[in-house]
């Protein structure tokens, strides 16, 4: 079956970065596009950033552009995350996902998703 694992979470300082992994299993990745998402306590998940199938299309949110670089290696099945510039309001839980369309990503659709990393940036 389809399993989405992320790795690469942890604690550091306001401007720090970190580099996220999604590592996954069970299907075809190189047919997917693939994308981020995170939820902070009490809030709704956001999007955080998607790339189509090739890694060539990428989109992101506006909190991250710029900040954040979304890539994929489909030789390893992976996609990543490199979170630079952190600051504290980043701190969420971050998970991947997947859906055929890195735009659909983007409006919220995603057939997959996996557990998450939590991500906490102190001040």
């Known amino acids: 079956q389809v399993q989405l694992v992320e790795t690469g979470g942890g604690l550091v300082q306001a401007g720090d970065s970190l580099r996220l992994s999604c590592a996954a299993s069970?299907?075809?990745?190189?047919?997917?596009?693939m994308g981020w998402f995170r939820q902070a306590p009490g809030k709704e998940p956001e999007f955080v950033a998607s790339?189509?199938?090739?890694?060539?299309?990428?989109y992101y949110s506006e909190s991250v552009e710029g900040r954040f670089t979304i890539s994929r290696d489909n030789a390893r099945n992976t996609v990543y995350l490199q979170m630079n510039s952190l600051k504290p309001e980043d701190t969420a839980l971050y998970y991947c996902?997947?859906?055929?369309?890195?735009?659909?990503?983007?409006?919220?659709?995603?057939?997959?998703r996996g557990q998450g990393t939590q991500v906490t940036i102190s001040s």
């Open positions: 996902v997947r859906d055929r369309l890195a735009t659909a990503i983007r409006r919220g659709r995603y057939d997959s």
């Open positions: 790339a189509s199938y090739g890694g060539g299309v990428t």
């Open positions: 069970g299907y075809n990745f190189d047919d997917y596009a």
